[in-house]
Every structure is written in structure tokens, then in C-alpha cells.
């Protein structure tokens, strides 16, 4: 009888004949703890003249900056707006007039879910700058490593969540990467742009000009010759995966859709050099998606305290070790990748059901804003322009603000009607 002849050596991967790749969880979840240590190195750097971090905190946070004069922002036109902003006008005008136009926003403080997307955006950047597949390794210089010790340094008062994140996300990104060096898609491609900032002209259907702002993840192009194809890439880290019902919303999503359409229009400015931009077709997104665990839901879990049986309780590195085997156990799902075709149709449905609109709408709301320098005659009814102004209500519930769905979506995407009924009366509710 034959022998069977072992497999070649690869890199630490996450096999169906090894659910939990021990390599993988125990080196990166073997010095979680060298965070704290380069923190506490820079503890007296922190200083200042003596005075604690605290104090020097709060004296910065007592400084008040004198009421603003002129706006902040110079509207849509000339300063330009980001889906952010956009997403911000859509919830509640009074609010976005006081963040931008006043330039008011709260202190600033350690966002986890932001910047664990910040730190996993900066790993997913480095193995890009990789194409032959080798990785890095975490320590003292990695990227991952500085830029948590530039957020303690700048959030001296959060270290330990700061910490926290740190710790989780280079876990989880070891094993992600292992996943997908086997279960990746095997189509060729190449980065052609990371982490890019763009600033591209948007003609509306009154002549005016809008500058589109923000930050594509990541722009790939695959295949060769005719079978090539350029396709925006987008990472995102989420508490909460409802695949099937993001896969469906993609195509009028405001980011992904506004993303999609300044690249279009970057294809058609850009320089000569990279002229196969304006020639090779963008296709879509591939949608990364990853579960912040520790969040809810699989992957929440806690450090063992002490006990009888053992008063040291759970060490950091332990805790960490058993965070990496429950993603490891099940690697689907907290890592999801889908293609999703965007066609031209989908494009110009998007700018006419809602981006043309809305932005003609921000055009003359600021010309409105422009006009009245007092706040407080914003709501008088008697001046001009004051019907395109309000303040949202506290009560209101929007099923689409919360990352959901409505009854009648499928309708507006395709006409469809199945599982909709017309009905002929009104104010149910009140009978």
C-alpha cells in the first residue's frame, strides 16, 4: 500500500483537516502585551512641565475658540462635500449647519469602531504594498504598532482601549490573512491605487459644479488585454453581517455608488500616462467585510477573572490565544468577500433617483445659509429660503439609518410587486 506523500510546506493556513491553525493564534497573540511596554517607555515623554496628562487634558478641552464669523465650510461647490457629509445633511440639516457651517463638534475622543477599521485599513495597505505574497511581521516597527502608539500619545487618558484594539485586531488580521492566502480568489490583479485620495469635478443638470471628495480603499485591475476590467475595493469592519441584504443594497449604496462615480470621472481626467483608465471598463466593487468580534454576537467574549482554582485568573496572552481559536473555528464568518457587478444602468439610476437631486438640494440650502448670518432667523418663517431648513425630531425611527431594510425595496429596485398588495384606505390605525 502506498504511503501517502505529505503536502509541501505552505504558510500557516486554516485547513479543513486542522480547524485551528495553532501557529497562526499563538504568534500573534504571543506578544499582545508589547503595546503597553513601548507606552510605558514614552509615559514621561507624555510630560509636559510637569503637569499630568489629565490636567493638561482638561485645560484644552476649557479653551473656547471665538464664535465663528464667516462659515467653516464653503459649500459644495467650492470646498466640495464627502458621502460623510452628505450622509449627515440626509439625518438632520440643523445639525449639519452646526457642524459645518459653525464648525461646532465634539471633543475628540477614542472611537474603538473607527479606528479598528483605521488599523485594519493600515494592515490591509501593507500587504498590498506586497504583491509576491510575503508578510509582514508584527513587533516594535511594524506600521500596525506606530500608529497605536501616535493614538496613545494623542489619547493619553483611553491607552488601555487603545490597547485593546490593537491586540484584536492583530490577531484577527494574522488569521485572516492565512484564510485567505487558501480560500482567496485566484483571478490576477493588480493595485493601482491604495488608500487614494480623490477630489473630482460633478457637473449637475443645472450647470453647477460640484467637487466630489473622499478616499477610495483600494482600485485593482484584472485580467489582461480585453478581458481587463478596473474594480473598486472596499474594506469594512462591522459588528453585524447581514450578507445577504448588503449584497443587495450595494448598487444604491452611497458610498460604494459615489465611490463608482468618481472613478468614472477620474478615468476620464487623468493624466496621459495612465490613459488606460478612460479604456478599460469599471465593473464593480469587491467588498471585503469583516466582523469586529468582541462586539456582540460570536466573538464576544471576556477576560476569566481570578478564581479559587486560579487566583491569577486568565493572562492577556491566554485571553487572546482563545479570542484567535473561535475565529479560527469558524473563519467564514467574520470574513466575507463578494463581487458585485455594477452596471452603467445602476449608475445612472443612482445619480437621477438621488444624487442629482439631493445635491441641487445642498447647492441652494448653502445659498440660503449664505444669505441669513443669523442663526436665529433661520426658522422665522418670514425670510426667504427658510422651507429648505428644519430640525430633525427626536422619535422619528429610519429603518435605512439603521443599516436596514424596507417592505417595499425590492419593488423600487426591479417593479416587482410579489408579496405587496394595493390597498384602498387610510389611517388604519386610527379605526
Known sequence: MNQRQPEPPVDPLINTETPVDWAVVEEAAADVGCLAFHRNLEKEEMKMSGKSILGKSLKKAAKKKPKRKEPLWKGPEVDGVTQSMLSTFL????????????????????????????????????????????????????????????????????????????????????????????????????????????????????????????????????????????RLGEHKTKSDIKEDQMQRQLTFDLQTMIYLIALQIYAKITSPDTIFFATTPITGVNYNVVR?????????????????????????????????????EEPESFFMRWRVEVSQSDIDKFKREFLNPILEQLCDWYEHIERVHDSSLLFDGKVMGT??????????????????????????????????????SLFEELR
Open 91 to 230: 439625518v438632520c440639516r440643523e445639525r449639519f449647519r452646526v457642524k459645518y457651517i459653525e464648525g461646532l463638534q465634539p471633543v475628540d475622543t477614542f472611537n474603538h469602531r473607527i479606528e479598528f477599521g483605521n488599523m485594519w485599513h493600515l494592515c490591509e495597505e501593507i500587504i498590498a504594498a506586497h504583491p509576491d505574497g510575503v508578510m509582514f511581521k508584527f513587533g516594535k516597527q511594524d506600521g500596525l504598532t506606530q500608529y497605536a502608539q501616535k493614538l496613545c500619545k494623542r489619547y493619553p487618558l483611553q491607552q488601555e482601549q487603545i490597547e485593546k484594539w490593537y491586540n484584536v485586531c492583530k490577531v484577527q488580521f494574522s488569521i485572516h490573512i492565512a484564510y485567505w492566502k487558501k480560500n482567496g480568489d485566484k483571478k490576477q490583479s493588480k493595485s493601482l491605487i491604495q488608500e487614494g485620495v480623490f477630489d473630482v469635478p460633478y457637473e449637475l443638470p443645472s450647470g453647477r459644479i460640484v467637487r466630489l471628495r473622499g478616499k477610495w480603499d483600494d482600485v485593482v485591475l484584472e485580467g489582461k488585454g480585453k478581458n481587463a476590467c478596473i
Open 292 to 328: 469586529r468580534p468582541l462586539s456582540g454576537g460570536k466573538g464576544s467574549i471576556r477576560q476569566h477573572k481570578p478564581t479559587k482554582a486560579k487566583p491569577r485568573g486568565e493572562s492577556t496572552e491566554d485571553f487572546y490565544k482563545r479570542l484567535g481559536v473561535i475565529i479560527a
Open 387 to 424: 422651507d429648505t431648513h428644519w430640525r430633525t425630531p427626536f422619535g422619528i425611527y429610519n429603518v435605512l439609518a439603521e443599516g436596514g431594510s424596507t417592505d417595499v425595496d425590492e419593488y423600487l429596485n426591479t417593479g416587482s410587486t410579489v408579496g405587496l398588495e394595493r390597498t384602498d
